[in-house]
């Protein structure tokens, strides 16, 4: 990712939004008919509070959340219809985490106005009464639909999914996390029971695109982009199941410049997106919608937002 300065970040957001007024306009039809959702999204962030050391041999300088709260307030200023989702793995990492126990990547994201995010492995690091004792530091909803919490701290504090709304536009938005037992010692995650997050996704997909009357489906998934065997990925998940029309995926650390294109059990595509790690970037996915039917017409994808910026 090149190293830009607050004004050619400027003016590069500017060109951004000149290129994309002309997928609606010039495919979809006029713009004022078209409703237009930014979904902007983070993954496995691990506590990275400031920028890696400019002496770092790959990421110097990248990273950092005041970098990052930069392009956000810039997006936002630009758009009018935003989202801002992470896929977890939000702890451990740097001395921040060893120190404050997760109190300041709460308080951090919460100043970016983070709307949801999903709990991944790293984020038990501190067990599940360090993550629940500093939750009250986090104005964001966390969501997980594969993890019951019921006979733990955190009984009735973590929502399967939320279902938000921008213009008219319904949006689902779920999570799903890849199962515990080896990667987290037990005395860390306690009676949390883990759940086949393939038929989970299924059932809460479902419900939102039927009962909810979502118009875009959005899966926040710790499962990890792909493996050589058997185990759940986001891409067998996509595969799997049917009414998921997004996967903002974690855990496997994969940076994709742009978003995967995956058939699912109806023949349908399924978008995946990942964005590396420690808020090295900032991932954004546009999509179109007609303004009367709210049915979903087209997306963009923006290659990732490098979070390196000169303020």
Known sequence: MKRYSRRNFVQLLGKGAAASLLLPTTVLGKE??????????????????????????????????????????????????????????????????????????????????????????????????????????????????NYDFSNTVLDGKVKPYQVYEREGVRIGVFGVGIELDSLVPKACYKE????????????????????????????LSHLGYQYRGDKVSDIQLAEKTK???????????????EPSKVMNSEGKEVLITQVGFAGINLGRVDFYFDRKKKRRLAFQSDKDWSSTVVV
Do not use: W
């Open 32 to 145: 004022q008919d078209l409703i237009k959702l930014t979904i902007l999204h983070t993954n496995d962030t691990h506590s990275q509070i400031e920028p890696f050391p400019l002496s770092h041999k790959r990421f110097g300088g990248k990273g950092g959340v005041l970098q990052r709260k930069v392009l956000i307030d810039q997006v936002r200023s630009m758009e009018k219809n935003v989202l801002l989702l992470d896929a977890g793995d939000i702890f451990q990492g740097t001395p921040y985490f060893n120190m404050y126990k997760g109190e300041v990547e709460f308080r951090a994201m919460s100043e970016m106005k983070y709307d949801a995010a999903t709990i991944g492995n790293h984020d038990f690091d501190n067990t599940i009464e360090g993550l629940d004792s500093v939750l009250p530091h986090a104005s964001f909803e966390f969501l997980s639909a």
């Open 192 to 219: 949390t029971v883990y759940e086949d997050p393939i038929a989970v996704a299924q059932t809460y997909s479902r419900k939102l695109k039927e009962e909810e009357l979502c118009d875009v489906v959005i899966c």
């Open 243 to 257: 009414n998921i029309d997004l996967i903002i995926g974690g855990h496997t650390h994969t940076f994709l410049e």
